[in-house]
């Protein structure tokens, strides 16, 4: 089992940025497909983003509505995850989770984006 | 994209009752070279996160109580919990993770009547 410690979150201004932070325990990180996951309140889960592991490129997807906006990143050096969120909309206030696999076996606590004038 | 519904929104089981819930696929979630169902079930209490409960439909994750039960295939699916008990009383959703994006059915809540 991998721990999940997410950090970052906070109060931005709509049209503001904010960078997302996931630190993992053990040794599995780099060879895991990892997620991030929202969920704004009241609502039921909803997947943003996924990077996969270098062994099979690296290469990442996107939900539709952060697309061009939101940027999955990963350093395995320091077993991290990141998400980059631009242009920040009141849409975008959530819960966010980083999750681990196809699977979501393992997930954080969450850390609270809220996008508020 | 694959649209995930699930029945009913909420339901009430009396404790030691038997509780089901229906989610339904869009389109197969059956991938034909490996006869997988891509679905997954989660449990959410409140204050935490997601926990998986099933995989590949039915596939048990270890630690989760033998009173849980995934089942179907192709576009449609069940949990059951056969008797119900007071630590059960969560939102439980499913999931699809055939294709991109992945996709979560709205939840279902369960109650104690």
């Known amino acids: 089992e991998v721990q999940l410690v997410e950090s970052g979150g906070g109060l931005v201004k709509p049209g503001g940025s904010l960078r997302l932070s996931c630190t993992a325990s053990g040794s599995t990180f780099s060879n895991a497909y990892m997620n991030w996951v929202r969920q704004a309140p009241g609502k039921g889960p909803e997947w943003v983003a996924r990077i996969r592991n270098k062994a099979d490129g690296g290469t990442t997807d996107y939900a539709a509505p952060v697309k061009g906006r939101f940027t999955i990143s990963r350093d395995d050096s320091k077993n991290t995850l990141y998400l980059q969120m631009n242009s920040l909309t009141t849409e975008d206030t959530a819960v966010y989770y980083c999750?681990?696999?196809?699977?979501?076996?393992?997930w954080g606590q969450g850390t609270l984006v809220t996008v508020s004038s | 994209d694959i649209v995930m519904t699930q029945s009913p929104d909420s339901l009430a089981v009396s404790l030691g009752e038997r509780a089901t819930i229906n989610c339904k696929s869009s389109q197969s979630v059956l991938y034909s070279s490996n006869n997988k169902n891509y679905l997954g079930w989660y449990q959410q209490k409140p204050g935490q996160p997601p926990k998986l409960l099933f995989y590949?439909?039915?596939i048990r994750e270890s630690g989760v109580p033998d009173r849980f039960t995934g089942s179907g295939s192709g576009t449609d699916f069940t949990l059951t919990i056969s008797s119900l008990q007071a630590e059960d009383v969560a939102v439980y959703y499913c999931?699809?993770?055939?294709?991109?994006?992945?996709?979560f059915g709205p939840g279902t809540k369960v109650e104690i009547k």
């Open positions: 999931q699809q993770f055939y294709s991109t994006p992945l996709t």
């Open positions: 590949w439909a039915s």
């Open positions: 999750a681990t696999g196809n699977l979501f076996e393992d």
